[in-house]
Antibody
């Protein structure tokens, strides 16, 4: 059974940093691309970032490029999102998703975690 | 603002057929496969349709997807009360070099 468990969310001040994690199990993590998707209060789903499985190519939404860094530790089956220079508009529930599809233009997210809440406020 | 536009709401009575549109451009829907997700706020989103018209195991055949040019559609036939939630289209955008979600549609069962 595929399981994705996010952790590390919390309250952080504007301009601060936070790293959230996603522990994966039930599938061959090193071979799977992974992604982060968020939902701000009262808003729709927004893709944040993705990372391929083997070559670890990374992709980012324009809204977080230069501030967020996605990474993975294949030995620990864990996905990370390092968030720097946080803004109020980054407040959201952050979901980790397992990606299927060989290439980015074929990507789809077949399993999702329950999410972790990040609140940026003074 | 998303590059994929959906109607904010759609509705129908139990048993009816409801269709949700997703309008994009040549750099996204016109070039790449479309996926649809169902999301009950507070829960994990669920994959409904992938590869434009493929259903994952466990998704009822009441749900179907299609594409024509730069637009895609999700159809729900035999509408049921448990279908009342939010739906999002999504695909890769070649110009943005990133994945994009639609604006979302809330389906109401009258």
């Amino acid at each position: 059974e595929v399981q994705l468990l996010e952790s590390g969310g919390g309250l952080v001040q504007p301009g601060g940093s936070l790293r959230i994690s996603c522990a994966a199990s039930g599938f061959t993590f090193p071979y799977s691309a992974m992604s982060w998707v968020r939902q701000a209060p009262g808003r729709g789903l927004e893709w944040v970032s993705g990372i391929s499985g083997r070559d670890r190519t990374t992709y980012y939404a324009d809204s977080v490029k230069g501030r967020f860094t996605v990474s993975r530790d294949n030995s620990k089956n864990t996905l990370y999102l390092q968030m720097n220079s946080l803004r109020a508009e980054d407040t959201a529930v952050y979901y980790c998703a397992k990606v299927s599809g060989d290439l980015p233009w074929m990507w789809y997210f077949d399993f999702w975690g329950q999410g972790t809440l990040v609140t940026v406020s003074s | 603002q998303s590059v994929l536009t959906q109607p904010p709401s759609a509705s129908g009575t139990p048993g009816q057929r409801v269709s949700i549109s997703c309008s994009g451009s040549n750099s996204n829907i016109g070039s790449n496969t479309v996926n649809w997700y169902q999301h009950l706020p507070g829960a994990a989103p669920k994959l409904l349709i992938y590869g434009t018209n493929q259903r994952p195991s466990g998704v009822p055949d009441r749900f179907s997807g299609s594409r024509s040019g730069t637009s895609a559609s999700l159809a729900i036939s035999g509408l049921q009360s448990e279908d009342e939630t939010d739906y999002y289209c999504a695909t890769w955008d070649d110009s943005l070099n990133g994945y994009v979600f639609g604006t979302g549609t809330k389906v109401t069962v009258l």
